[in-house]
């Protein structure tokens, strides 16, 4: 087992966790507002950081979806009428899922220690730190909707087991 052997593994389980969790957020809370801010502007910020960060926010290729707008992965600006529908969320989501799992399936341990091209970060802190950008945002999400729904989007743990029944899943669900 190698460290990318790691880093997939767990890769694939928080990319499942968010699938799930995108799927958990109920048409009626979508647009909900959170200190100012819509629901779907917080998980829009989460996948945007993922996008730019995990691989190479420095790379000059990198394109912004066709929705996107300079400030609406600021969580530090209120949006007024802007809004991202919820199939134009999961089809980036889904164009990201494919590029990380693209990315993760030909890393090797010894360009961890390496920085992409024009980056002055190493592989491994980007990846480390979206992680701990990732997860602190889905957090945030998932007390939204405890507090909104009684309910608490299912996640896999370190090794819990992918459940068989099709998204959403809930704990008490599985």
């Not at 889904?94 to 024009?118: C, V």
């Not at 819990?160 to 669900?173: F, H, L």
């Amino acid at each position: 087992m190698t460290l990318c052997d790691d880093i997939r593994y767990l890769t694939d389980r928080a990319l499942w966790e968010t699938e799930n969790l995108m799927k958990c957020i109920p048409d009626e809370l979508w647009n909900k507002r959170n200190d100012g801010i819509p629901m779907w502007k917080y998980l829009y910020h989460t996948l945007y950081s993922m996008d730019r960060w995990y691989i190479n926010p420095s790379d000059p290729a990198y394109e912004n979806p066709d929705f996107h707008t300079e400030i609406l992965a600021d969580l530090n600006v209120i949006p007024g009428e802007e809004r991202v529908e919820r199939g134009q969320m999961e089809n980036y989501f889904y164009r990201i899922r494919d590029k990380i799992q693209g990315y993760t399936a030909g890393l090797e341990d010894h360009a961890l220690s390496q920085n992409p091209e024009g980056c002055d970060m190493s592989r491994f802190r980007l990846i480390l730190g979206q992680f701990r950008h990732w997860h602190r945002h889905m957090g945030v999400i998932y007390g939204f909707l405890v507090e909104d729904t009684g309910k608490w989007p299912y996640v896999l743990n370190m090794l819990g087991k992918y459940p068989e029944k099709p998204m959403p899943n809930y704990y008490g669900d599985v």
